[in-house]
Structure formats: C-alpha cells, structure tokens
C-alpha cells in the first residue's frame, strides 16, 4: 500500500485555532486510521499496542473518542468489535448526540474506514504502522495539554491567583516530556584470550607457620582468595588467623585485623604473646611490658581495627588496607563472619542473609582488591556435639549459616579440639580449590598463644572406634534385655538405643554372628537360637526348655545361660531398667 505512512486526508480539518490565536496541536487523521483498524481488528492492535496504545482523552475529535472508548469496553468483555456493536453500546450509554451532526455513529465509521485505505492486503501492510499511528495521537495529546496548561498558567500570573498558578504548574510538569535515556556504555568484558594471557599473574603465594596447608594449598594461600576457618568455641580459630597475620606482618607484608568477635585488645595481648611477653603483665598493664610490645610492632604494616569502637565495617577497612599497600601483597583477617558488619547488609531479615551479605562482600575484597581474605567462622552445634566423627554431621555443611560460607570460600578449614586432650587440635579441610585436602594436627602453647603442628596418630582413632562399637553393643544388650515387649526389627532395637544408626545396626549384627542375640518369630532375644536336644538312644525323653516369666509383666523368656540368669532367679539380679528417652553417652 502507497502512501500508508503518510496518513490520509480527514474531511475536518487538521489544525482548530486554540487561545490567543495559537494552532491547536492535533493529528486527526492519524486518529482515523486507528479507529479504522480498532474497527476491523481490535484484538490485535489492542495487544500490539500494550501500554502504548493512545487513552480516550488522548483524542482530539470527540467522535473518535466515543468511538475509543466503546472498543476499548467491547475488548475488556470479551465481544467481537463491528460498527453495529459499537453503534449499540454508545447507544447504551447515551452517547450519540456528538454523532447527528455527522449523520449518525455507523456513517461516521463507514467514512473512517473508507478514508483509511486498509482493504485487502493493505491491512497487514497499514498494521505496520500501528506504532507509528499512536506515537502521533499520544505526542499531539501531550503537546496540547502543554500548551492549554501555559495558557492557564499565563492567566494566573496576570490575575495574581497563587492557587491556579501551582494547578498550572503541577499539569505543566506532567505533560512535559520525560528526557531521554543516555545510551549506557557496552561493558569492556575481557576474551577468553586475554583471560589467558592473565593466568598466574594475579596472585602470590603466602607462606602459613603450618606445613601441611602449605603442602596442601601447592605452596601456600594465594593472594585473590577467601579462607573461612570453624571451629567451635576454643577451638582456635582466633588464635590460628591472629599467628598468620603477625607472621606475615614481620616479613613486611600489609595485615589488616578487624576485631568484630574478641576485642581489639585482646588481639593486642595475643600478639604480645606470641613475641615472648607475659599474659599477665599485659593485662595488668606492666610499664616495660607495654612499651616492649610497642616498640616491636611500631614499624610493622600491621592495621588493628575494632569494629565496635571505630564503627569499622569491612569495606572500610578493605579500602584503606589497599591505599596502604598500593598494589603490593595484602592480608585482610575478619573475625568473624557471624559479628562483623558490611555496608548494605539486610539486618532485618536475619542472620542467613546477613551472613551471605558478609561473604559477597569478602569476595568483592579478594576480587577487585586483591586481598588474602581469612575469616573465622562460628560452627553449628552438631559439628562438634559429638566426639565420635561418625556422629557429627558434614565439616562442608558445618558452617552455622552456611549458605553463602561453603560455597563463597576457596579453602574452608575446620578446627576440633581432640577430646580427652586441653592442648592438641585437629585441623581438616573441608573445601579447597587450590589443591588437595590433607588432614593435620596443631598443639597450643598457652603461654605463647601459638600453634605448632605435630604428628597425628592414626592408632587413636581407631581405638575411639573400636571404644565406640563395644559401648553401642552394650547398649543393644540391655535394650533387648529389658524390653517388655519384643522388638521385632533392627530399626525397633536402634529407635531404643538412638545414637548412630549405621553402628547399631553393625553392632547388632556382629551380636547376632557372635550368638549373644538372636532373632526369633517374636523379635530379638539374649542367646543363641534354642534347638531342641536330640534323645538318646534308650534314653528318657528331652526335658522342654525352660522359660522364665518376666518380673514386671507376663510373657516367657529364653533362659540366659551365658548371663548365669536361671530359673526362679531373684529380680536384683536383673539389670536396672533404662531410661530410652535419653541421648546415650558417647565417649
């Protein structure tokens, strides 16, 4: 279709005289080919338009206004859109007198649609230009509102009327047209070829007082990363991060300490410590031992920031540890995750997501700032409930809201004080991207506030094992000894015996194997499965095996020929009753 984009001819005129001889702003025959195509296809110009399609007031010719809205309405219900439908709908709402004037609402759409040359194949080619057709009703709209709001404007000035004047003004800034996005700059991302021309160059390896991490970690810690230490509560985690950092400070790298956890001072006294000086002096605030410790740590670039007395956040502290190295290797250590702020942390809506917020944060530092980040983090209860591994539940789930911790850290270590010990501390990695993940042993010197790691003997887990099963064997015994009523599964014996699944049911079956329990058509019972003697040749017939009546409830019982239980025994020398509902100690 020729000349579809430039808009037909209207029999009205296209331009009225507005105030003060002005032009009114109009476009009456793009309005025209809209309301011709509403009228053939109002489906689906109503949903190409969107949010884009002109309003009702957006109409200059009150006709096509009328016309508008009846589609519109037709649309909303769902009923096909003819001109006798829309004819009969004004007509409903009383709203032909606009059209006697033009000879009545079906002449007025007949004559649109035979203006807007959309017959045929044109339709989809005048389609085309919906767009365009709604941008010009919809800016001669907002032209017209602008210039009827300056009139108003103007007539409040001259007459002095502050409340029409502000009225003007309110409609003059909302018709005004809203500016023009700037274009945003295309993101410079690297390729992959550059990527590669940058491997290895963005990091250095840190050397920790600790072999096996060093061994681990093919080295040591790389600057550019996130290490997360747990442990439970003495476990040494504090103790472990404060070591690394002042060793590294001596060797004249940047070290920032942000004390969230343990106050500033008491990381003060550590360090004080771990060069040679007294605890209790520096508590007591002994003259020589204070100076002593100023003098040593004078000339270290060594930051101690307390996040509570200075309102320090890790942003701030990450920013100025990277003024001050000025691109040379730096160490940030957080402790911990659990107490130190960030900028932008959601308080509100607990401390999962405060957590997550903290390690974005840690990251970012690692990443554009090219910090060795170390933290401590708390862990959950049921890492460290327990003294037996098998019952804790996974060091990588450990982390107590460990959502963003176990999946932001390249290397995440966990730190267990060895029971029965004050001093000794297992060490196992539970994550670790720069390498393998190697198991270790630290021992504390209280007096010195460091760790040194030592030899772990694989013997002594084995033995707390073995120590484990006997006692969890002794446990199924005197269920099944005192059960009033027969347990008739594995499962029923363990529910009685809670405490670790997999070794209850090892140890049932190593009973079962051994014949000190076994299972008959009732449930489990003490001994071996009873058989019924074979008679002697000659002989008087076998006596039946004797039963036993339970002393708290009838119902018989094998005899426990291997407990020295008999017949008609007194009740003392059953064993004390149970109490299932509580946790059986592990050792």
Same mark, same amino acid.
């Given at each position: 279709m020729s000349g579809v984009a430039n808009v037909p001819a209207s029999s009205g005129p296209e331009r009225r005289r507005g105030g003060r001889g002005q032009d009114v702003p109009q476009a009456v025959a793009a309005e025209e080919c809209l309301i011709a195509l509403l009228l053939v296809a109002a489906p689906t110009v109503v949903a190409r338009l969107g949010d884009r399609a002109p309003s009702v007031a957006d109409y200059y010719d009150p006709r096509a206004q009328r016309v508008a809205k009846s589609i519109y309405a037709l649309v909303e219900d769902g009923t096909a859109v003819s001109s006798v439908a829309v004819e009969q709908h004004l007509a409903d709402e009383g709203q032909i007198d606009v059209f006697r004037a033009s000879g009545g609402i079906l002449r007025y759409c007949l004559e649109v649609q035979a203006r807007a040359p959309l017959g045929g194949a044109e339709l989809e080619e005048g389609a085309g230009h919906i767009h365009e057709w709604a941008r010009a009703v919809t800016d001669t709209a907002r032209r017209r509102r602008a210039l009827e709001a300056t009139d108003s404007l103007r007539s409040a000035l001259q007459r002095g009327d502050a409340e029409r004047e502000e009225l003007a003004r309110k409609q003059l800034a909302e018709v005004a047209p809203a500016p023009t996005p700037k274009a945003l700059p295309?993101?410079?991302?690297?390729?992959?070829?550059?990527?590669?021309?940058?491997?290895?160059?963005?990091?250095?390896?840190?050397?920790?007082?600790?072999?096996?991490?060093?061994?681990?970690?093919?080295?040591?810690?790389?600057?550019?990363?996130?290490?997360?230490?747990?442990?439970?509560?003495?476990?040494?985690?504090?103790?472990?991060?404060?070591?690394?950092?002042?060793?590294?400070?001596?060797?004249?790298?940047?070290?920032?300490?942000?004390?969230?956890?343990?106050?500033?001072?008491?990381?003060?006294?550590?360090?004080?410590?771990?060069?040679?000086?007294a605890r209790e002096n520096l508590e007591e605030g002994v003259a020589e031992s204070r100076e002593a410790l100023a003098s040593w740590i004078v000339g270290m670039p060594l930051m101690l920031v307390d996040a509570d007395e200075q309102d320090a956040s890790v942003d701030d502290v990450s920013t100025e540890l990277a003024l001050r190295a000025a691109g040379k290797p730096s160490v940030l250590v957080v402790d911990s995750i659990q107490t130190v702020r960030c900028k932008g942390a959601p308080e509100t809506e607990g401390p999962r997501a405060r957590v997550d917020a903290v390690m974005a944060t840690l990251k970012?530092?690692?990443?554009?700032?090219?910090?060795?980040?170390?933290?401590?983090? @708390?862990?959950?209860?049921?890492?460290?409930?327990?003294?037996?591994?098998?019952?804790?539940?996974?060091?990588?789930?450990?982390?107590?809201?460990?959502g963003g911790v176990e999946y932001g850290a390249s290397l995440a270590l966990v730190m267990r004080s060895v029971p029965g010990t004050q001093a000794l501390i297992d060490v196992s990695i539970a994550k670790n991207r720069l390498g @393998?993940?190697?198991?270790?042993?630290?021992?504390?010197?209280?007096?010195?506030?460091?760790?040194?790691?030592?030899?772990?003997?694989?013997? @002594?887990?084995?033995?707390?094992?073995? @120590?484990?099963?006997?006692?969890?064997?002794?446990?199924?015994?005197?269920? *099944?000894?005192k059960s009033i009523e027969a347990l008739p599964s594995k499962t029923a014996v363990w529910h009685r015996c809670k405490g670790n699944?997999?070794?209850?049911?090892?140890?049932?079956?190593?009973?079962?194997?051994?014949?000190? *329990?076994?299972?008959?058509?009732?449930?489990?019972?003490?001994?071996?499965?009873?058989?019924?003697?074979?008679?002697?040749?000659?002989?008087?017939?076998?006596?039946?095996?004797?039963?036993?009546?339970?002393?708290?409830?009838g119902g018989n019982r094998w005899n426990r020929g291997d407990l020295g239980q008999k017949t008609g025994a007194p009740e003392a020398s059953v064993p004390e009753p149970i109490n299932d509902d509580v946790e059986p100690e592990t050792k």
């Open positions: 295309r993101p410079a991302w690297p390729t992959p070829a550059e990527r590669a021309l940058q491997l290895g160059l963005g990091g250095v390896r840190m050397v920790t007082p600790f072999p096996s991490l060093n061994t681990a970690c093919r080295g040591g810690v790389r600057t550019g990363t996130v290490v997360v230490i747990g442990g439970a509560p003495g476990a040494g985690k504090t103790t472990s991060v404060v070591q690394m950092g002042l060793e590294w400070a001596r060797n004249r790298v940047h070290v920032a300490i942000l004390a969230a956890d343990e106050d500033a001072d008491g990381l003060l006294i550590r360090v004080g410590q771990m060069l040679g000086l970012r530092a690692a990443k554009s700032q090219h910090h060795l980040v170390i933290a401590t983090c @708390e862990l959950a209860r049921g890492a460290y409930r327990s003294a037996v591994a098998a019952e804790r539940i996974d060091d990588l789930a450990a982390f107590k809201e460990s @393998e993940k190697l198991d270790f042993r630290l021992a504390l010197d209280k007096r010195r506030a460091s760790l040194v790691e030592v030899q772990k003997l694989d013997d @002594e887990d084995v033995q707390a094992n073995v @120590e484990a099963m006997d006692a969890m064997k002794k446990r199924v015994l005197v269920v *099944i000894t699944k997999q070794r209850c049911l090892k140890a049932i079956f190593e009973l079962e194997q051994s014949g000190e *329990i076994h299972f008959s058509d009732r449930g489990f019972r003490i001994g071996s499965l009873p058989r019924e003697p074979v008679p002697e040749p000659g002989g008087d017939s076998p006596k039946p095996v004797t039963a036993v009546t339970h002393p708290q409830k």
